[in-house]
Every structure is written in C-alpha cells, then in structure tokens.
C-alpha cells in the first residue's frame, strides 16, 4: 500500500484521520462481537434445557397416544383429533439483539380447555384427554425451540461475520494504513533534509 500513496502532508493528515476512524470501528466491533458471543451462549444454555425437555415430553406424548389407542382404539383417536374446532395460530414477529432480528413466535389456541377440544367429554376416557394434554405441550415446546434455534443461527452467522471484519480492520486495514502513514512520514522527512541540505549549498554559494 506504501507504494500507492503520494508522500504529501495532506495525505499524511488523511492517513491519520482514517487510521483513528479505523481503530475506532475496530474497538466498536470487538465490543459487539464480544456482545453477540455472551448473548449466543445465554441463549445456547436455554436450547440445551430445552432440547432435553422436549426429548421427554415427545416420549410422554408417545407413551399418551399409545395408552390411548389401546383404550379408545386407533379410530377413537382419531375421530377425537378431528373433532377439533380450533387450529394452533402461530404468529411471527421480530425483536432486536445488539442489532440482529431475531424471530419472536407467540402462539394461540395450542392449549385447550376440555370443552375446547371438541369431542364429546362423556363419550372418551381420560386417556385421549391425557394424549391431548401431552401433545399441547409438545406444540409448545415445538415452536419455543423453532424461536431459539432460529435465533442461534442468526446470532452465530452475525457472529461470525463480525469476526470476519474485526480480523480485517486488526491484520490488514489498520496495519497496511499504519505502514502507509510511516512511509510517507519518512518520505517527508527525507525531502525535509533534502531541501534544508539544498538551501544550505545556496547559501554558501550565495555568500561567496
């Protein structure tokens, strides 16, 4: 970059502005990379509980809907499922972390009282209502681990992307502006010595 750079003192005034603006940035994004990193990991602590909490309630919800097709058999299931007159709603929104959108999922309808699922309470066994309770949670849990998982990848890739800029202003931007402002403050001086050593033959010649 030396090589590319006109050795004058406005350069050199440019070459410090833009090295102060770099070094600036660069304390910027280490402040938010370093951000970024505490908040993935707050959230990766939450996906790991909830990670396990879903492995137990998908196993409950198996064990629900197998105790209930035994009582009720396969078709009763069935006919209860479809007696719902309500479908979950999902809602997806947004929220900010230090910059990142992130998604914000709020549910409706996935919990239900017993009148709200629809089939008739006096006609089933408290085993198809167990299997409704147990998948309910299930759903939830469902879309409260989409919302975290979305929010890791969103984090990590800003993350990484961030990283990518702290390492470019660190090992290339500022030390090749570093290098450049050195260059021209040496060049400076060079011609500095130069002219003061010319002036100094004028004179001498000039007083003899």
Do not use: C, H, W
């Amino acid at each position: 970059m030396a090589l590319n750079v006109k050795p004058t003192r406005s350069e050199l005034i440019n070459l410090k502005r833009r090295i102060k603006l770099s070094e600036r940035g660069y304390k910027l994004l280490k402040m938010k990379r370093d951000g970024l990193i505490l908040e993935f990991f707050k959230v990766l602590a939450e996906a790991k509980d909830l990670r396990n909490d879903l492995a137990v309630k998908y196993a409950r919800a198996q064990e629900m809907i197998a105790i209930a097709e035994t009582v009720e058999g396969s078709i009763g299931v069935k006919a209860a499922a479809f007696s719902a007159s309500e479908s979950p709603q999902i809602d997806l929104k947004s929220k900010n972390i230090m910059g990142v959108v992130v998604p914000k999922i709020e549910s409706r309808s996935v919990k239900k009282t017993l009148t709200e699922r629809g089939y008739g309470v006096l006609g089933t066994s408290s085993a198809i209502d167990e299997a409704a309770e147990a998948f309910e949670d299930l759903v939830e849990t469902i879309i409260l681990s989409a919302e975290l998982e979305t929010t890791m990848k969103r984090l990590l890739d800003e993350i990484e992307g961030t990283k990518r800029r702290v390492n470019a202003l660190e090992f290339k931007v500022i030390p090749e502006l570093i290098e450049a402002r050195n260059f021209i403050k040496m060049r400076l001086d060079e011609m500095e010595r130069e002219e003061l050593f010319r002036m100094k033959r004028v004179k001498g010649k000039s007083e003899k």
